[in-house]
């Protein structure tokens, strides 16, 4: 099972360089290459409870670029967060982390604290899920920003305090002096995210790890929270590892994107290419399970059945209760990440190929029983109208759509102060 | 800040007012004064119809207490007057006993609070440690002892104890006899050795019983707030893990903790009352003891409003500090 | 209920009211459920030992006591066989006056077990009645029932008993009436239910914000319906354990208002009062302090651990948080 993302990587037909061409002594900024700001190499994840072992993450591996924008996605449990916890070394003492997390060349995985400790807010920093909870309810928000710029410069409280009302006032809180002097509680929750916002970008990182920046937010302050994440990436220069669960946020943002399911990644590629044209059906399936405007008037089509758990993993692929494409095969054993018809993009699926010739992938989860399609490619569409993928996802459309939104929602609805 | 003082203190006078009348009902209820003293022997009427009048029974029950609650805040507590008991003023006794019991109740609390602080934020921190584990035991055993059983065992190793400080040169320097009724003698270092010779078992005592409650406590608040968002934000952001500890999660943990506090300074005036038995000091365990069982109406009734006063001072002060630890409270 | 296990290994972040109640609502699961939680609490050796314990102080203090060869009230009139050390013949010695102290002891853990039972469970039902009405119904209720627990905790609970069962003690000249030990029971019954009413009240006032109790409402619930068949079942975890602590808080409770005089009277007896009577004599006789300690502590001890057995079997969660 291990093997099979080295063999994939020796093709060579894709823009990761093999770990092992790295110099092991590489350590610091600007000693190795741009295109290698992180490497994530065979990481796997595991959680020793009482009734056995949880595999929360197995054998992920990819590669970020700086200013690259990475998104990661997939449902809760499918081991996304857990993935971007292990990069901050943040998981829990009863976790084992095996693998390996390069920063800059520099090992993270087995780091000590103290050392781990400089790295996180500056090198790496990370914007947490719920703005309502992160942030700490007894101090004020320019006492907690000017402790995270003193945690790593050493300047006087005055000018800690200076630098916090900036960075506030970067990421558009309007009077950030004399918001700064206020607690979290007098923040709305919009507000809130934005100043984590700016206490993720105060010591000027390289990697902002943005864990479901938008999902416990309201839809209209979404809109606003990602127009500020994608504009102060902008002027950071940062590279962004963007977790969701929301196809919407990754395909305005992202570069490339990885799947999750089942603690591993099932797909990998350039944001447009596995968008276009996916070569896993568990993609396909939550592709089709989130409206879009070329679906007006047409019904979602969900993912029948609950994702694994993360204990009793299938032997095989751990989508195959749910694909609808599956064979013994699937059941008997886990395919590898293996390369697809395409460049770049890969794909964690025994009958990727099958999927070339399917004609509207849609179909694929309309049928009533699952793992009865023995050949995809002769599903026709029983709806005339039912769109076919290219229509699904035209990624400009979409962008172009959510600008849109954006700028109305800008002008209609700024957000209340106080 | 202020704002927030002054409502909770006037949201605490109506309470007083409340116990008050409750105190009083209480004492009505723990019935007739005079009722052993009919039983003893036959009396004559007129003699009972005498004592009676200056128990003040004679009266109906809402005109007793306005007369009493009157009397109470211009300083009149009444006497002791339950036939063949000493006729004292009550509230000479009182004022004496209370600053023998609120010094003792006050220092357990606050030696209680300090440790059991101090072994919970170290037990949840190494969480599943050798220590954590021994703490946890021994909170166990201490919930579940007796107070008064705790009390006696140590006063019976106070002789031993004493012989062997005697040996060693300290001197005989427990005392299991209360604070000295003349007050204490000689220079500072001299009152310092017989003060906590005086109090060092009593508070040994009330320590047991509350220590076991904060550390716990104070255990699984920190666990919460170490399991927080905001710790792992304070994580994230760099912070070295003394300062996570500490500043975030510390600030954090005390605020339930305060409130538990408040709450657990009525047992620990019960354990007050019973290691006082035990220490026979005059303080206002055996005052409470005597005055119930000799059905001593104003004795008790003082007693209980000055308890019950004494409470919500207690509580009051700790609101005030939750809510300036907690600016949630604090701006409301 | 099937993948939760790492997002709250990861997360910990819902709080254990919103998970149970989520699987509690459904039937099917509350019955599995239930087999596992039994199935912790068998596997929780020192609760399991601690019930065990329990139960044969309970049989050996009633079966035990009923059986046993001397009287609680034998009395040597020889004089001969007073304060005797433990022997095979009086296994916990004799006292002053030269009655058996293991008769005693059985009969004070006669009364002070039932005494603690009738206590718990009037204390968890007041408390959980007016807990919930107090979060239920919340406005004036709330505000009346949260002013009458403030008061009940400025008077210190031992002195509150003892001034309301004074009329209860008899006085010089009536004793050796028909004891006292259920108005005892009673009025500590009667004044223990703070804590749980608290509790019980601020689990009701976050679920009666859920959605199933809504759904409920939507269909019509009544009150009565709502609180008892939707909102209190999803308590019961809480109110299961608090019960088992509020054993041992009343054998102690008990013990420390006879222990100075204001609690059982004779001819009623407990294990408190038989310290009361036996405290000078630690030094000398010790056995006669240590037996009825060391059962005290046994009926206290094996309660606490039963309730914390209980408490990690309804909500394993606790054990696993991060560091």
């Not at chain 3, 056995?287 to 057995?309: E, K």
Request: hydrophobic residues 45%; aromatic residues 8%; neutral net charge.
């Amino acid at each position: 099972m291990t093997a099979r993302h080295r063999s994939s990587n020796g093709d060579g037909a894709i823009d990761t360089l093999n770990p092992d061409e790295l110099g092991s002594g590489a350590v610091g900024r600007g000693t190795s290459d741009d295109s290698e700001l992180l490497v994530v190499d065979d990481l796997s994840v595991g959680f020793g409870t009482e009734d056995g072992t949880v595999h929360a993450v197995r054998n992920v591996s990819f590669t970020l670029g700086t200013r690259q924008v990475l998104g990661i996605v997939g449902e809760s449990g499918s081991g996304k967060s857990v993935s971007s916890m292990a990069i901050m070394g943040l998981l829990p003492k009863t976790a084992t982390v095996t693998g390996s997390i390069k920063f800059h060349g520099r090992e993270l995985v087995g780091l000590p604290y103290g050392e781990l400790r400089k790295l996180r807010g500056s090198g790496i920093s990370m914007i947490f899920q719920d703005p309502m909870t992160s942030m700490n309810p007894v101090f004020t928000v320019g006492w907690q920003l000017s402790e995270a710029y003193r945690a790593h410069h050493n300047v006087s409280k005055r000018a800690a305090w200076a630098k916090s009302v900036e960075a506030l006032e970067m990421v558009g809180i309007p009077q950030p002096d004399r918001r700064a002097a206020q607690y979290p509680h007098e923040f709305s929750g919009g507000m809130r995210q934005r100043a984590v916002i700016a206490m993720s970008i105060i010591n000027d990182p390289e990697l902002i790890i943005a864990d479901e920046p938008t999902t416990a937010l309201d839809v209209t302050v979404q809109a606003q929270i990602l127009e500020t994440l994608i504009r102060i990436k902008d002027e950071t220069n940062a590279a962004v590892i963007m977790i969701t669960h929301d196809l919407g946020v990754v395909a305005g943002m992202v570069d490339r994107v990885q799947v999750m399911y089942g603690g591993t990644v099932v797909e990998s590629g350039v944001v447009e290419e596995v968008f276009a044209a996916p070569r896993m059906p568990y993609t396909i399936g939550l592709l089709g399970s989130i409206p879009n405007p070329a679906m007006v008037g047409k019904r979602l089509t969900p993912i029948k059945g609950a994702p694994p758990s993360l204990m009793n993993l299938p032997n095989g692929c751990p989508f195959t209760p749910r694909c609808p494409l599956a064979i013994d095969e699937c059941r008997e054993s886990e395919p590898a990440l293996t390369e697809t018809d395409r460049r770049d993009h890969r794909a964690r699926c025994h009958r990727w190929s099958d999927l070339l010739t399917i004609e509207s992938p849609q179909l694929l989860f309309d049928q009533q029983e699952i793992g009865m399609v023995e050949n995809p490619a002769a599903l026709t569409a029983a709806d005339p109208d039912l769109p076919i993928m290219e229509d699904v996802i035209s990624v400009e459309q979409r962008m172009a759509a959510a600008a849109e939104d954006r700028e109305a929602e800008h002008n209609s609805s700024e957000e209340t102060t106080s | 800040m202020l704002r927030y003082v002054i409502r909770r203190i006037l949201i605490s006078i109506p309470i007083v007012i409340l116990a008050t009348f409750l105190c009083f009902a209480l004492v009505t209820a723990m019935g007739d004064p005079l009722g052993d003293w009919k039983t003893q022997r036959p009396r004559l009427p007129a003699a009972v119809a005498a004592e009676e009048a200056i128990v003040g029974y004679d009266q109906p029950f809402f005109t007793r207490y306005g007369h009493w609650a009157v009397n109470f805040v211009e300083g009149n507590w009444n006497r002791n007057v339950v036939p063949g008991d000493n006729n004292q003023p009550v509230k000479p006794q009182i004022i004496s006993a209370l600053g023998v019991t609120a010094k003792l109740v006050l220092f357990a609390e606050l030696i209680s609070i300090a440790i059991g602080m101090l072994t919970g934020v170290v037990s949840a921190v190494r969480q599943y440690s050798m220590f954590d584990y021994s703490i946890t035991g021994i909170a166990f055993v201490l919930f579940s002892m007796p107070l008064f059983c705790i009390a006696i065992m140590l006063k019976s190793i106070a002789p031993p104890l004493n012989n062997w400080l005697q040996s060693i040169g300290f001197g005989r320097w427990i005392t299991t006899a209360g604070p000295p009724t003349s007050g204490y003698t000689g220079g500072f270092w001299h009152v310092i050795y017989q003060f906590t010779g005086v109090y060092i078992l009593p508070v040994i005592c009330l320590f047991a019983i509350s220590f076991a409650l904060y550390s716990r406590f104070q255990r699984g608040s920190m666990l919460d707030v170490l399991n927080s968002d905001y710790v792992r934000t304070a994580q994230a952001k760099g912070l070295s893990q003394s300062r996570v500890i500490f500043r975030h999660a510390f600030r954090n943990a005390l605020i339930p903790v305060v409130t538990v506090a408040s709450l657990n300074i009525g047992a620990v005036f019960s354990g007050a009352i019973i290691t006082e038995r035990v220490f026979n000091w005059q303080g206002m365990g055996t005052l409470i003891v005597n005055a119930v069982q000799t059905v001593e109406p104003w004795m008790v009734l003082a007693w209980l409003v000055v308890t019950a006063v004494f409470i919500i001072l207690f509580v009051l002060v700790s609101d005030i500090l939750y809510a300036y630890l907690d600016p949630r409270i604090r701006l409301d | 209920m099937t993948n939760p296990t790492v997002e709250v290994a990861a997360e910990a972040s819902t709080s254990s009211v919103q998970e149970l109640s989520a699987s509690t609502f459904d039937a099917t699961t509350a019955r599995r459920q239930s087999v596992v939680i039994i199935r912790r609490f068998l596997r929780h050796r020192l609760a399991m030992i601690s019930l065990f314990v329990f139960v044969a102080l309970f049989l050996f203090a009633f079966i035990g006591g009923a059986l046993w060869k001397y009287s609680y009230a034998f009395e040597d009139v020889s004089g001969g066989g007073r304060y005797l050390a433990p022997t095979a013949d009086h296994p916990f010695g004799t006292d002053a006056l030269a009655a058996d102290s293991m008769a005693q002891v059985l009969r004070g853990t006669q009364f002070s077990l039932v005494i603690a039972l009738v206590v718990a469970s009037l204390s968890t039902s007041i408390g959980v009645v007016l807990g919930a009405l107090a979060g239920f119904f919340r406005g004036w209720v709330d505000s009346l029932i949260s002013r009458f627990i403030d008061l009940v905790l400025v008077i210190p609970a031992i002195v509150l008993v003892g001034v309301l069962s004074r009329n209860s003690f008899g006085s010089s000249a009536t004793s050796g009436g028909g004891g006292n030990w259920y108005i005892i029971a009673l009025f500590l019954g009667l004044t223990l239910w703070t804590s749980v009413a608290r509790v019980i009240r601020g689990m009701t006032l976050s679920l009666r914000e859920k959605e199933f109790v809504e759904a409920a409402r939507a269909l019509g619930g009544g009150v009565g319906r709502l609180v008892f068949r939707h909102i209190l079942p999803n308590t019961l975890d809480v109110i299961i354990v608090n019960a088992t602590i509020a054993v041992s808080q009343a054998v102690l409770a008990e013990a420390a208002l006879s222990f100075i005089g204001l609690g059982v009277h004779p001819p009623n007896t407990s294990l408190g009062l038989l310290i009361n009577q036996n405290q000078l004599e630690i030094s000398l006789h010790p056995w006669l302090f240590w037996f009825p300690f060391v059962f005290i502590i046994l009926i206290s001890l094996t309660a606490n651990f039963i309730g914390d057995g209980l408490r990690d079997a309804f909500d394993p969660r606790q054990k696993r948080v991060r560091a």
